[in-house]
């Protein structure tokens, strides 16, 4: 280890250290823009380490008024705001464009796919139901057609129990698909299901609404108060995984 | 060989063209007539009893036309002879010596017979009355042609005018010192090209030249130094030789593929070959004419005799065989026909191909192949009218909303203009005092709201405040926090709406938003406030 230490040592001197060492060349160098895609709420954001991580299936998981439709407005907006493609797998025809382009989602960049079920107690009590099963269908032929900074999948609405009750080769195959390409794939359940291994879970714990204004006349919904927390394994900074590789390449050696 | 038809009557032509085509597909039309590739037909039409000579079979066809000219009731005079030149002037010589009576006499024609025997020409055998023909033989143009009176020219001047036109262009024009630049219209082409022939040959008719053979036997460089290369055009076509070759007009590509079955299919999966099949030979159409397809038209002949016709419109031009059979079929999955298939017919229309310039700065979008059959997929899965393009109604009514085509090549450039949404975003709500908004601030910000579709009926318990308790389906708890009324009405014309929303939060912690219909007093939960 000291002969390396010092061979190191000898090669910075001589600015050749740059030459030889073939980590850092691995990481990512382009723009924050290139490797995630935000939320465009800070706190969400520093959870996340700057947005929604390209090439890994992630999910965003809450209850029912905790932000996760604002969460996710923020992410197509900044998806389509920059000039690209956004696909929305809309399970439960639940999505309001009026809210959307105001929040500044280009709509014409926006692939809606509508599902067909708006009934929480069928889905609930079809185990399978097909309208399920289309839209995880319609989200892998999304992800394989290519060409969409962010797909998401909304499962908002549905049982943790009907989602449970799909084959666990399932997000493993979604998660394989969009490996190593530039889509982010997201997930909105309203329970922790599923993921890539680089993929990030968010949570949104429940918080109290924000109301502004006295009287019921003059007050107004200001939106949810968005708690966000990172369940699981924490992706690592481009730093941290710089040192993990580079003591892993130590280590090989 | 080449064989000019010379119609009496100009409104003529298009119907002795489509003659021509009968016979040649090497066709060129013009003002001097329609010129016919006549290379290789003599195995065609050559005599039966005598050798299968190459004027023979140019004997042949110009009697050919001349009857089918004859059949058709169309007068015509038809020349075939080495060079187009040569044919058109004898075919216009013949057509002016017959239309200076309407029905040629037998006079006539014994004169036309006798002058053109004694040009050693292969006269008519059998003149049809409004028909004649005239075979010059080869080397034999300037021979013939030395009779004919110069104004012949006049009647090739589209054939002369391009050439006497670039001779005349060829000369730079020296602009005097002092001399200001003088613009003028230049004249009609055609205009021209008459023009600068006509110009021609009075100039050589002020010479006491009278014929093509006068013109002829002129010596070549005193021509070309006293008019240039013009003079030698008019003496090169008066001795019947071609200042350019014949150029076939181009028929109209046509993309319409179909195959008639012998038996009937009644599944899609054998169907999907015979549609590859002819995907696969309307690419290479397609290819060959360098266009894309923006529209396809599947036309399907049933066993019960009806036509079951699909259109489908391409977001942009294409012609990639796969995508366009994976659409066909996709459609044919959504919209199966009725009956068993007969007849599988593909039309398209076409356009140019897409060029595209990409930009070094913008990211790059999926190419519009790819997004067409991505959407046809997915319409298989869901419904063609529930994907595409979300767009905002023309409407205040709540929800509204519209799905348009999913057409991202076409969306204008979002970096270019800002979004009307982020505009009132970033504008603050102001507030007046402690406790309100400043009237209408509040809508700038429209809440996002997750929608039921359609809407879930509730029961709301009020009081004089407003109301406490909501009981629907999944949303139920009393109320600890609301904001409301909000009055909204409109479409009072065609049934309309009017109603009473109100923000509210339940002791569960959700969010939502209930209104009431003022007609009736029913109350429902739009959506949830996420």
């Known amino acids: ?253 | 060989m080449i064989a000019v038809i010379v119609p009496l009557a100009a409104a003529d032509l298009d119907a002795v063209a489509r003659l021509a085509e009968d016979f040649s597909p090497r066709i060129e039309c013009g003002a001097s007539g329609v010129a016919l590739d006549a290379s290789g037909l003599s195995r065609l039409f050559g005599s039966a009893e005598g050798p299968r000579t190459a004027m023979s079979g140019a004997e042949g066809l110009a009697r050919e036309l001349a009857r089918q000219a004859a059949v058709r009731g169309l007068a015509v005079r038809v020349a075939v002879a080495a060079t187009r030149t040569a044919a058109a002037l004898m075919a216009h010589d013949a057509a002016h010596s017959g239309t200076t009576s309407s029905a040629p006499s037998r006079c006539g024609r014994a004169k036309e017979r006798s002058r053109l025997r004694s040009f050693n020409a292969v006269a008519e055998d059998v003149v049809p009355p409004c028909a004649a023909y005239l075979i010059i033989l080869p080397g034999r143009e300037a021979e013939v042609l030395a009779s004919l009176p110069l104004t012949a020219l006049a009647s090739i001047a589209d054939l002369l005018g391009p050439a006497l036109a670039h001779a005349s262009a060829g000369a730079p024009k020296r602009r005097r010192k002092g001399q200001g630049r003088h613009y003028r219209l230049a004249p009609a082409p055609n205009q021209q090209i008459t023009k600068s022939t006509d110009q021609q040959i009075d100039r050589l008719a002020h010479w006491g030249l009278q014929t093509l053979g006068d013109l002829a036997a002129l010596p070549a460089s005193e021509l070309s130094a006293r008019l240039g290369p013009a003079g030698l055009i008019l003496q090169r076509a008066a001795t019947g030789q071609d200042e350019r070759p014949l150029v076939p007009a181009t028929p109209a590509p046509s993309f319409l593929q179909s195959m008639r079955l012998e038996w009937p299919v009644d599944d899609l999966q054998p169907l999907s070959f015979i549609v590859a099949r002819l995907c696969e030979a309307l690419e290479q159409a397609l290819a060959a004419a360098d266009r894309g397809a923006i529209s396809l038209t599947m036309m399907l002949r049933l066993v019960t005799r009806e036509a079951y016709v699909r259109t489908l419109a391409l977001p942009s031009p294409m012609r990639d065989a796969r995508v366009l059979r994976t659409l066909v079929m996709l459609d044919l999955e959504s919209h199966p026909p009725g009956a068993a298939i007969d007849e599988v017919v593909i039309d398209v229309d076409v356009a140019p191909g897409r060029i595209l310039q990409t930009g070094l700065f913008e990211p790059a979008l999926p190419a519009p192949e790819a997004l067409s059959t991505l959407v046809a997929r997915l319409s298989a899965v869901a419904g063609s009218a529930r994907v595409g393009a979300p767009a905002l109604a023309d409407t205040h009514f709540p929800g509204a909303f519209e799905i348009k085509p999913f057409a991202p090549h076409q969306a204008p450039d979002s970096r270019l203009q800002t979004p009307a949404g982020a505009r009132e975003i970033s504008r603050p709500a102001v507030v007046r005092d402690g406790s309100g908004l400043e009237p209408g601030a509040w809508s700038l910000w429209p809440s996002v709201i997750r929608r039921f579709r359609p809407p879930r009926p509730a029961r709301v318990r009020g009081s004089a405040s407003g109301p406490v308790r909501v009981d629907a389906e999944d949303i139920r708890g009393d109320i600890v926090m609301a904001a409301g009324p909000w009055r909204t009405s409109g479409g009072w014309w065609q049934g309309g709406w009017d109603r009473d929303e109100w923000d509210v939060t339940l002791d569960t912690g959700v969010t939502c938003r209930v209104a009431q219909d003022r007609a009736t007093g029913k109350w429902v939960v739009d959506g949830v406030l996420d």
């Open chain 1, 1 to 253: 280890m000291l002969a390396r230490a010092t061979l190191e040592s000898l090669l910075k001197d001589h600015k050749l250290d740059r030459t030889l060492a073939v980590f850092p060349a691995l990481r990512p160098t382009g723009p924050l823009e290139d490797q995630v895609i935000q939320t465009r709420h800070a706190r969400a954001d520093q959870c996340l380490e700057g947005g929604w991580p390209r090439g890994h299936l992630s999910e965003l998981c809450g209850s029912p008024s905790a932000g996760r439709t604002t969460l996710l407005l923020g992410a197509l907006a900044a998806a389509t705001g920059g000039g690209e493609l956004a696909a929305l797998v809309d399970a439960a025809d639940r999505f309001d464009p009026a809210p959307a382009a105001a929040r500044g989602v280009v709509l014409e960049r926006l692939l809606w796919v509508r599902g067909r079920v708006s009934d929480r107690r069928r889905l609930a009590h079809v185990r399978g139901d097909r309208s399920l099963t289309q839209a995880i269908r319609a989200f892998d032929l999304v992800l394989r057609a290519g060409g969409f900074a962010l797909v998401v999948l909304d499962l908002s609405g549905v049982p943790p129990r009907v989602i449970k009750g799909l084959p666990f080769t399932t997000w493993l195959r979604l998660g394989r698909v969009v490996e190593g390409s530039r889509t982010s794939a997201l997930v909105l359940v309203d329970s922790p299901a599923a993921r890539s291994a680089g993929g990030v879970s968010l949570e949104l714990t429940a918080a109290p609404a924000r109301w502004r204004g006295q009287s019921p006349a003059s007050r107004v919904f200001d939106g949810p108060s968005i708690a966000p927390r990172l369940r699981g394994f924490k992706r690592m900074s481009s730093a941290s995984e710089q040192v993990r590789r580079g003591a892993g390449g130590a280590g090989d050696r």
